[in-house]
């Protein structure tokens, strides 16, 4: 028997461990001033590449606007409780309105947190006699819903069709004596690794067996295919997918989700998903603010050509440069070294203070052993010059790192 306070002191979980010499630089770094390709890291000013701020609305003035009018207006109360009981609004239902269209699906549902809605939307739609087909290196909010799921979970390796296949085959004997249902779950564009979702092959899939697929697009919303619609769009199968996650969290910049799909699904969530039911609803700036967003994402394609520009630019400079940008076929841009944590350390140290470059750094237990990757997140916001100054900054500091001039036995700060 233990205290369990003294239990958590005695573990502080696998990052935590490091809290000691990582916080407030590593882990909870503080990037001040305005949302832009430049910030400033503890008073040094620093080029970003770490927000999802893809389409650089955070600070467009008409956003600005609308955000500050709306909150002005409403204040962040307004209206109070959860959607069901009292917190509805015309404002919640006419962008619900303005989603489905813009995605051609038949309706939406608004969901106050991007995570929690998923993890909720999957507990709410499948029942102990369903089966859950997923992707492996699913998000940790797909993760969490599977979990939750009180029947079988059949995973398959990632993007990994033969193996879906044969989880399928599997899954269709299951719900034969279950009376039960299929539903698959995979990602749009996968986050660390910038990889799409096989999404036509998985639907191609449907010719042969009966399930129903839900996409986590977090990173494709705005990002992806020819109107932003998001990677069902940019594959062609848009009314193959059955239900469609997205985030106001990454190219909206702001927060919150939605999930659409048939007027069937989106009812039985309005009336079932216990995450809306039970909590408050999406305050009215946040809503007019994500209206506002998705007009401008419609309207400014230039927004996105942009992005485009500067996701080229930076995947073929370091391509041509000779750097491993693994399997990314999206805006997220994963940088592979080789070398151990302190080197990881040392070498974000190094591109910090020395070179103000500022980008997210993730080392083993979330790639293998001895890899170090650099995750890039372009946006429309930065510059050719800043891409050039990063290809020529990383090809030093590879050079540095193939020189063993990264301390391997501690992190040397500045
Ligand atoms: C793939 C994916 N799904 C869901 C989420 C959660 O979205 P939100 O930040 O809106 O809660 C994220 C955010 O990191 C994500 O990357």
Redesign the pocket.
């Given at each position: 028997m233990t205290d369990l306070f003294e239990k958590l002191k005695n573990n502080r979980g696998p990052l935590g461990t490091f809290s000691k010499v990582a916080h407030d630089y590593f882990t909870f770094p503080k990037l001040e001033g305005e949302i832009s390709n430049k910030m400033f890291f503890r008073g040094k000013k620093v080029l970003v590449w770490s927000l999802?701020n893809y389409l650089g609305l955070a600070n467009h003035p008409e956003v600005r606007k609308a955000d500050a009018d709306a909150a002005s207006q409403f204040g962040l109360a307004y209206p109070m409780g959860a959607r069901m009981m009292s917190g509805n609004s015309n404002h919640h239902e006419q962008l619900e309105k303005e989603i489905s269209s813009f995605m051609s699906k038949e309706d939406t549902i608004l969901?106050n947190?991007?995570?929690?809605?998923?993890v909720s939307a999957i507990d709410c739609l499948v029942d102990r006699h369903d089966v859950i087909v997923y992707d492996a290196e699913?998000?940790?909010?797909?993760i969490d819903g599977v979990r939750m799921h009180m029947g079988k979970r059949f995973v398959y390796p990632h993007n990994d069709i033969a193996s879906l296949e044969k989880q399928l085959a599997r899954a269709q004997k299951l719900v034969a004596e279950t009376n039960g249902a299929i539903m698959v779950i995979t990602?749009g564009?996968?986050?660390m690794s910038g990889n799409q979702g096989k999404l036509k092959e998985i639907t191609a899939l449907k010719k042969k067996y009966k399930f129903r697929l839900f996409v986590?697009?977090?990173?494709g919303f705005g990002t992806m295919g020819k109107t932003g619609a998001g990677t069902a769009e940019e594959q062609g199968v848009q009314q193959e997918v059955d239900i469609y996650?997205g985030?106001?969290?990454?190219s909206m910049a702001s927060?919150?989700?939605f999930i659409c799909s048939t007027n069937d699904v989106i009812e039985y969530l309005r009336y079932n998903m216990r995450s809306q039911i039970f909590a408050k609803s999406m305050p009215m700036p946040l809503v007019i603010g994500a209206s506002k967003r998705l007009e401008l994402l419609k309207s400014k394609p230039e927004l996105k050509d942009n992005l485009w520009k500067i996701v080229h630019a930076l995947q073929d400079g370091l391509k041509k440069a000779g750097f491993n940008l693994g399997t990314t076929m999206s805006p997220v841009t994963p940088v592979f070294l080789s070398g151990g944590h302190f080197e990881a350390g040392n070498l974000v140290v190094d591109l910090r203070e020395n070179y103000q470059i500022f980008c997210s750094i993730v080392t083993y237990p979330v790639v293998p052993k001895g890899v170090i990757m650099l995750r890039l997140i372009p946006t429309a916001e930065h510059t050719l010059d800043d891409v050039k100054y990063t290809v020529e900054t990383f090809e030093k500091i590879r050079t540095n790192l193939r020189e063993g001039k990264y301390d391997k036995e501690k992190v040397i700060m500045a």
């Amino acid at each position: 028997m233990t205290d369990l306070f003294e239990k958590l002191k005695n573990n502080r979980g696998p990052l935590g461990t490091f809290s000691k010499v990582a916080h407030d630089y590593f882990t909870f770094p503080k990037l001040e001033g305005e949302i832009s390709n430049k910030m400033f890291f503890r008073g040094k000013k620093v080029l970003v590449w770490s927000l999802n701020n893809y389409l650089g609305l955070a600070n467009h003035p008409e956003v600005r606007k609308a955000d500050a009018d709306a909150a002005s207006q409403f204040g962040l109360a307004y209206p109070m409780g959860a959607r069901m009981m009292s917190g509805n609004s015309n404002h919640h239902e006419q962008l619900e309105k303005e989603i489905s269209s813009f995605m051609s699906k038949e309706d939406t549902i608004l969901l106050n947190y991007g995570y929690q809605g998923m993890v909720s939307a999957i507990d709410c739609l499948v029942d102990r006699h369903d089966v859950i087909v997923y992707d492996a290196e699913s998000h940790a909010c797909i993760i969490d819903g599977v979990r939750m799921h009180m029947g079988k979970r059949f995973v398959y390796p990632h993007n990994d069709i033969a193996s879906l296949e044969k989880q399928l085959a599997r899954a269709q004997k299951l719900v034969a004596e279950t009376n039960g249902a299929i539903m698959v779950i995979t990602e749009g564009v996968f986050g660390m690794s910038g990889n799409q979702g096989k999404l036509k092959e998985i639907t191609a899939l449907k010719k042969k067996y009966k399930f129903r697929l839900f996409v986590d697009d977090a990173h494709g919303f705005g990002t992806m295919g020819k109107t932003g619609a998001g990677t069902a769009e940019e594959q062609g199968v848009q009314q193959e997918v059955d239900i469609y996650f997205g985030t106001f969290a990454k190219s909206m910049a702001s927060i919150g989700g939605f999930i659409c799909s048939t007027n069937d699904v989106i009812e039985y969530l309005r009336y079932n998903m216990r995450s809306q039911i039970f909590a408050k609803s999406m305050p009215m700036p946040l809503v007019i603010g994500a209206s506002k967003r998705l007009e401008l994402l419609k309207s400014k394609p230039e927004l996105k050509d942009n992005l485009w520009k500067i996701v080229h630019a930076l995947q073929d400079g370091l391509k041509k440069a000779g750097f491993n940008l693994g399997t990314t076929m999206s805006p997220v841009t994963p940088v592979f070294l080789s070398g151990g944590h302190f080197e990881a350390g040392n070498l974000v140290v190094d591109l910090r203070e020395n070179y103000q470059i500022f980008c997210s750094i993730v080392t083993y237990p979330v790639v293998p052993k001895g890899v170090i990757m650099l995750r890039l997140i372009p946006t429309a916001e930065h510059t050719l010059d800043d891409v050039k100054y990063t290809v020529e900054t990383f090809e030093k500091i590879r050079t540095n790192l193939r020189e063993g001039k990264y301390d391997k036995e501690k992190v040397i700060m500045a």
